[in-house]
């Protein structure tokens, strides 16, 4: 999945746990959101595996179904 510049559209670069927009010179935390309430996601961690987990009573969260937002650094 390309992550795309919510300014300027263009891909951006993975970066030390940020993504970097070159074109813009701007750096972005990626947000998980439950794709029902749109509420931020609980990320849990184990084994290598990621799964995802809305606190907001809609339980685990497909990895094909969750929906990311860029929010500034």
């Known amino acids: 999945m390309e992550a795309l510049c919510p300014q300027c559209h ?3 670069d993975y970066q030390a746990e940020h993504y970097h927009c070159q074109p813009c010179n ?3 935390q990626q947000q998980a ?3 029902q309430c749109q509420q931020p996601l609980q990320i849990l961690k184990a084994c290598g595996a ?3 987990f809305c606190q907001h ?4 969260i ?3 179904s969750v929906q990311f937002s860029y929010q500034p650094v």
């Open 26 to 28: 701007s750096d972005y």
């Open 50 to 52: 990621v799964d995802y």
């Open 57 to 60: 009573g809609h339980g685990l």
């Open 10 to 12: 263009k891909a951006m």
């Open 62 to 64: 497909s990895k094909k």
């Open 33 to 35: 959101q439950c794709p």
